[in-house]
């Protein structure tokens, strides 16, 4: 793999790269490489793999998340020391378990498996270039920021505190935007913000429900359209405060008793008491019906 080695040399002999030289030197073992697709050279190891793919990753096994599925493959994993392989008289637990005495302790510390990128250069869109893909962030253009990398997320750090946070693209030269990241510049423009990428990303990603539209017509029926996006925007930055969830709790709120207010959201999303909410909203609907 391209991870592990950087040239194959004459023999058994590789370039290895930095990042495996530093695992194994951290776990304590030494690499033994084969010659190139010479899959008999390791038989055990490889007529062990496909046994375990074929008996427990057959179907594909289905998982709430990452976490989950390594729950079930450790499972499998500890239900299968109980297994005999064939020509051997000991089971897998046992056979491993004397191996034990003769390898050496782990390591207290684990090895931390995300890649460190730096320096990186916000460009003049707010985005920073990580690997093939570009991250936004609320940074300024120009500043020197530094990427940690790992399996499932990518975080943007300046001196040393996360600027934003993504789960990680595997394509490539795809734009990842947020739209929290753009509100200064779209309250200066709010014509901009309707047809934005970072808007329609959030759509995609099920961030924007429809509740959120139907406010943001309110509201440019009350102002008009550039002051109406601009009340919106000061509605996104509460939620980046407060918590999304409760905006659009507040927000659901106030349409279902016809308020088209921003400041009234405001009002009730900061009402941390659930009750205190429905009486407030019960006191407000009496209060408006004589209007």
Same mark, same amino acid.
């Given at each position: 793999?391209?991870? /592990?080695?950087?040239?194959i040399l004459r023999g058994y002999q590789r370039v290895e790269t930095d990042r495996i030289i530093a695992f194994r030197s951290?776990?304590? $073992?030494?690499?033994? $490489? ?11 190891? *490889?007529?062990? !793999? ?9 179907? /594909? ?12 493959? !450790? ?25 034990? *005495? ?15 990128? $730096? ?35 990518? *975080? ?28 200064? /510049? ?32 309110? !509201? ?23 918590g999304w969830d409760k905006l659009i709790a507040a927000v659901k709120d106030a349409l279902r008793l016809g308020i088209s ?31």
């Amino acid at each position: 793999m391209k991870s /592990v080695v950087k040239k194959i040399l004459r023999g058994y002999q590789r370039v290895e790269t930095d990042r495996i030289i530093a695992f194994r030197s951290h776990w304590g $073992y030494q690499s033994e $490489y084969c010659n190139p697709a010479s899959g008999n050279e390791k038989g055990g190891v *490889e007529g062990e !793999l496909g046994w375990f793919r074929r008996n427990l990753l057959v179907p /594909v096994p289905e998982a709430s998340d990452l976490a989950a599925l390594n729950q079930q493959v !450790l499972a499998d994993c500890i239900a299968n020391r109980g297994r005999t392989i064939i020509g051997k008289n000991m089971t897998i637990g046992a056979a491993s378990e004397l191996e034990r *005495e003769h390898l050496s302790p782990l390591a207290a510390e684990g090895f931390p498996i995300h890649e460190l990128l $730096y320096p990186l250069i916000v460009d003049s869109k707010g985005r920073v270039k990580v690997k093939t893909n570009w991250y936004s962030t609320s940074l300024w253009p120009g500043l020197r920021v530094t990427a940690v990398v790992g399996p499932l997320t990518v *975080e943007i750090l300046h001196d040393n505190k996360v600027a934003a946070r993504y789960k990680r693209c595997y394509g490539r030269g795809h734009d990842i935007l947020d739209l929290e990241h753009y509100l200064d /510049v779209l309250e200066r423009k709010p014509g901009a913000m309707k047809g934005s990428t970072s808007l329609q990303q959030w759509r995609q990603a099920g961030r924007w429900p429809a509740c959120m539209d139907a406010i943001w017509r309110e !509201l440019e029926q009350r102002h008009n359209k550039s002051k109406g996006t601009r009340e919106m925007i000061a509605l996104i930055r509460a939620g980046s405060i407060d918590g999304w969830d409760k905006l659009i709790a507040a927000v659901k709120d106030a349409l279902r008793l016809g308020i088209s207010d921003s400041a009234a959201v405001l009002h009730l999303l900061h009402m941390p008491d659930p009750e205190q909410r429905r009486q407030y909203a019960v006191a407000l609907a009496e209060e408006l019906q004589q209007y």
